[in-house]
């Protein structure tokens, strides 16, 4: 297990509050039966590579929507929680408000609107199962309004995980050993702006000041299978800027990010290295229990496990561990590896007119090529997006 980090600061270092020992939840539930399996290690060459023995151990997941209910989340993410506990670092995009509040911002409207509320008992939820460090810049942290979001930050830091991502703050804590920054950013004003590009380069280099390792994750792209393969360009969806994820990606590298995950599209995007160091476009949804589609492309998911040099944050190596969802829309193993297929192809399709585009290829699962490629016939994004001749369902 991994060690726990000393006290934090959180924001414009402006307040405090200790790490609390993380509850573990899981203990009485039944065991399970299919265990996680991983792709090989890679470095950024794509070429296999040693476990790594001397590294910082970054694991994430892309968006948490949990269930209102708390038993609807009995058990969720229990089969992944060795894999979170054993990083140095374990984050998550939170996707909606940590509150007993009733009114929200918005109404439930089925395929328009949609408030996410999670209880409050799910903050100590994410600690047992060993998240550090949620973001709450997304388009759902505000549903609830500034009470729910109030009511997120007292829920998150009695339970010992830490809340990134409101305007000009970022999350500075020590982990094993290494005083790590994180910044949050998203399309919105009161988060830090994935599209204000010269704010965020200039946010990093603040963090770099004050932090050995800076880790940069965004809310930002288009949504969707159709959103999936990465043009280079400016990303909207409703009429939504959304941002230019790969400029994001190469300004924040270039102010000092040692790694940037991408969370908001709903779906996996291709991994590529950036001077050395990792991003990933989309981690796609991690917990759909909520709300979030589990159909399609959504239907696939991972845990990303990136190991850095602690000294200059480059990457070492990478890997996948993939999974896919359960009739509660719950995260459970793949051993189809569809995730590992996914994200491969994804990088062969994506960036085709994008300069320097090099794509990590992710080895494992070979002999799924067949499974793989009979699934993502029948997927929306092989139908109609990628199709030569688009299926008829498609025009309606």
């Known amino acids: 297990m991994k060690p726990k980090n000393s006290p934090f600061n959180l924001g414009r270092l402006g307040w405090g509050a200790a790490r609390l020992l993380a509850l573990t939840l899981a203990a009485a539930l039944p065991p399970l039966h299919a265990q ?6 890679v470095n950024c060459a794509s070429q296999p590579v040693p476990p790594p ?6 694991t994430a997941v892309g968006d948490l929507t949990l269930s209102g209910r ?16 054993g990083a140095d670092l374990a984050l998550a995009n939170l996707e909606g408000a940590i509150t007993e509040r009733e009114a929200s911002l918005k109404p439930f409207i089925p395929g328009k609107s949609y408030p996410f509320r999670f209880p409050a008992g799910a903050a100590a939820q994410l600690a047992g199962v060993g998240f550090d460090v949620v973001s709450v810049a997304n388009n759902h942290s505000n549903d609830y309004g500034p009470d729910g979001i109030s009511d997120t930050m007292v829920h998150l830091a009695r339970a010992g995980v830490v809340a990134t991502g409101l305007a000009g703050e970022f999350a500075l804590a ?6 790590v920054a994180v910044l949050a950013f998203s399309p919105y004003g009161r988060h830090n702006n994935v599209t204000q590009l010269t704010q965020a380069a200039r946010m990093v280099r603040l963090a770099r000041r004050h932090a050995d390792l800076v880790v940069v994750t965004f809310h930002g792209g288009a949504e969707g299978d159709a959103g999936a393969v990465l043009a280079g360009g400016d990303e909207t969806y409703a009429g939504e800027d959304r941002g230019n994820p790969r400029r994001f990606a190469q ?3 270039a102010a000092g990010a040692d790694l940037v995950l991408g969370h908001g599209p709903h779906v996996l995007r291709p991994l590529e290295c950036i001077q ?11 917990v759909s229990a909520g709300g979030l589609s589990a159909r399609n492309l959504a239907n696939v998911t991972a845990v990303l496990e990136a190991a850095l040099h602690p000294q200059t944050g480059h990457l070492q190596a990478v890997r996948l561990w993939p999974a896919t969802f359960n009739a509660q829309r719950l995260p459970v193993p793949d051993a189809s ?3 590992a297929w996914l994200v491969n192809w994804l990088g062969t399709v994506s960036g085709q007119s994008v300069p320097g585009w090099r794509p990590l290829w992710l080895p494992g699962f070979e002999g799924r090529a067949a499974t793989f490629a009979k699934w993502l016939a029948g997927t929306q994004l092989a139908r109609c997006v990628h ?5 008829p369902e498609c025009a309606r």
């Open 36 to 41: 996680p399996v991983a792709t090989a290690w």
């Open 53 to 58: 023995s001397e590294a910082f151990v970054v």
């Open 70 to 85: 708390a038993e609807g989340n009995a058990g969720a993410m229990r089969a992944f929680a060795p894999i979170l506990h």
């Open 174 to 179: 020590q982990w094993s050993g290494k005083r």
């Open 251 to 253: 300004t924040v590298v």
């Open 276 to 286: 050395g160091k990792l991003v990933a476009y989309s981690l796609g949804n991690f």
């Open 337 to 339: 590896g569809r995730a």
């Open 387 to 391: 199709a030569a001749t688009p299926a």
